[in-house]
């Protein structure tokens, strides 16, 4: 079961650090400046360093909880900024974001299950720390 455990870990982070390397391209940062995102220049490369290194972190299990924080806070913070759902005219386009919406929503909640695995187990399968906030 420990292969299990470390599987799902790489399966859940792959689309974080895949994701957060096109967050260094400009085409990225304009289509956060285009919905208003804060700092669009400084913002998303930040963001993406910070969802690869949370993402490394989970998939390595180095502080892996620590990680799986970054990805939760992440995931909640953009939502409501890139995902907005309720300010689209188009019906499609409701429809398109209030799914990418709830895709973060449910992600974080994957996210917040990996910390407090890591925080409540004491025999942690594969990973190379301890957690950084044990038993928390």
């Given at each position: 079961?420990?292969v299990?455990?470390?599987?799902a870990?790489?399966?859940?982070?792959?689309?974080?650090?895949?994701?957060?390397?096109?967050?260094?391209?400009?085409?990225?940062i304009?289509?956060?400046?285009?919905?208003?995102?804060?700092?669009?220049?400084v913002?998303?490369?930040?963001?993406?360093?910070?969802?690869?290194?949370?993402g490394?972190?989970?998939?390595?299990?180095v502080?892996?909880?620590?990680?799986?924080?970054i990805?939760?806070?992440?995931?909640?913070?953009?939502?409501?900024?890139?995902?907005?759902?309720?300010?689209?005219?188009?019906?499609?386009?409701?429809?398109?974001?209030?799914?990418?919406?709830?895709?973060?929503?449910?992600?974080?909640?994957?996210a917040?299950?990996?910390?407090?695995?890591?925080?409540?187990?004491?025999?942690?399968?594969?990973?190379?720390?301890?957690?950084l906030?044990?038993?928390?």
């Amino acid at each position: 079961m420990d292969v299990v455990f470390l599987i799902a870990r790489i399966l859940f982070v792959l689309m974080f650090v895949m994701s957060g390397m096109f967050h260094f391209r400009k085409d990225s940062i304009e289509y956060a400046r285009a919905y208003g995102a804060p700092l669009p220049g400084v913002m998303v490369p930040l963001s993406g360093l910070a969802i690869v290194a949370g993402g490394l972190m989970v998939g390595l299990g180095v502080l892996a909880d620590l990680g799986a924080l970054i990805m939760a806070a992440f995931v909640l913070l953009i939502a409501p900024i890139v995902h907005a759902f309720w300010k689209e005219k188009d019906e499609q386009m409701r429809q398109i974001q209030l799914s990418q919406f709830m895709k973060n929503v449910s992600i974080a909640g994957g996210a917040l299950v990996i910390f407090w695995v890591y925080n409540q187990l004491q025999d942690l399968p594969l990973s190379l720390t301890e957690p950084l906030l044990n038993a928390w």
